[in-house]
């Protein structure tokens, strides 16, 4: 099955930045919608930016507009998540996931956290205020 490993958390300051990362196993990389989630201490997991397969189409929280952007590397089967201006609320831990089953790529499924068959174990940013 895909395995998807995240790195790239850390500490920082508010308004600085990180870059996580994002690899996953799978022939068939180029064909899965990948997305990020976070998960504040006693906050449901929510969703903050995916991009699908077609098109690359990017999809994101308005929480997170203007400040997070999201890429891949097909070649590396690797996904980024560029984080600026960060903000302590963005404290938590970052998820990445992997929708493997995807025809089609909407907002709708990519902020669908039960649409994504395949989930890393996490990296936390932790942003000091």
């Known amino acids: 099955q895909v395995q998807v490993v995240e790195s790239g958390g850390g500490l920082v300051q508010a308004g600085g930045s990180l870059r996580l990362s994002c690899v996953a196993s799978g022939r068939t990389f180029s064909s899965y919608n990948m997305g990020w989630f976070r998960q504040a201490p006693g906050k449901e997991r929510e969703f903050v930016i995916a991009i699908g397969w077609r098109r690359d189409s990017t999809y994101y929280a308005d929480s997170v507009k203007g400040r997070f952007t999201i890429s891949r590397d097909n070649a590396k089967n690797t996904v980024y998540l560029q984080m600026n201006s960060l903000k302590p609320e963005d404290t938590a831990v970052y998820y990445c996931?992997?929708?493997?089953?995807?025809?089609?790529?909407?907002?709708?499924?990519?902020?669908?956290?039960?649409?994504?068959?395949?989930w890393g174990q996490g990296t936390q940013v932790t942003v000091s205020s």
């Open positions: 996931a992997a929708d493997t089953s995807a025809s089609y790529s909407t907002y709708t499924r990519a902020m669908t956290r039960n649409e994504y068959d395949c």
